[in-house]
């Protein structure tokens, strides 16, 4: 009777087998980690350059549709009292924070907003944006929207408040009257009752940390867009 053997594996083919596998899943480990970082640079560029252009169409939005509702004379004051005054319901001041410019702006906005408290779609709202400090790096600071769907005579208070971008270095805002460029708005009584004719936006910001370490100012980004209210 033949006897047949059964050929099974050398030691060295073992071992020959197991370090070409481990060859293969370096190579594809480190083209798989290659490409999450391309990734990774790519969404962190696209986040760079996507924030200053979707601020501005947020803010535009909302300077488009400003509203001023009519604003009757102030009634004589009674003897021995002062004049009463009349809310200004666009608001812009000058202002200056830290190492840039931090306007603010207040004003009503025909813009349908949902008012929580009354479960209904409000008409108009109260609208506001400023800067305020951030905590985690002096050079920058954090752009605030308020927002309040009831309008009474207090329109620069109330409303809940949303942190918008949180690496700020410049919030501008200038109103063109007709004949010139403002750097404030509704201190003047005629101005009170009229919206300027366009109100140009600058927004200066540093979305890249890091690079703002190495190089402050090639790490600045500046935005500027100009609106004219519909109203």
Do not use: C
């Amino acid at each position: 009777m033949k006897r047949t053997s059964v050929a099974g594996f050398t030691l060295l083919e073992v071992l020959l087998t197991i370090t070409i596998t481990a060859v293969m899943i370096g190579i594809l480990y480190g083209v798989l980690v290659a490409t999450l970082q391309a990734r990774t640079k790519l969404e962190h560029t696209a986040e760079i350059d996507e924030a200053g252009p979707v601020l501005l169409k947020l803010i535009s939005d909302d300077i488009a549709a400003a509203f001023v509702p009519p604003v009757p004379d102030a009634p004589p004051p009674a003897e021995g009292e002062p004049a009463p005054e009349n809310p200004a319901y666009f608001t812009g001041k000058d202002n200056s924070q830290g190492a840039g410019e931090a306007d603010t702006l207040d004003f009503i906005s025909s813009r349908d907003v949902w008012d929580p408290a009354n479960q209904r779609v409000a008409d108009f709202s109260e609208v506001a944006y400023f800067l305020r400090t951030n905590p985690d790096d002096s050079n920058v600071q954090i752009l605030v929207r308020r927002e309040d769907p009831y309008v009474d005579d207090k329109p620069t208070s109330g409303g809940t408040l949303q942190e918008m971008y949180n690496r700020v270095k410049t919030f501008k805002l200038e109103y063109w009257d007709g004949e010139a460029w403002l750097s404030s708005w509704g201190d003047q009584e005629a101005q009170k009752k009229i919206l300027p004719k366009i109100v140009k936006v600058t927004i200066v910001i540093i979305p890249d940390a890091e690079l703002a370490k190495r190089d402050p100012q090639a790490a600045e980004k500046t935005y500027v867009l100009e609106v004219a209210p519909v109203h």
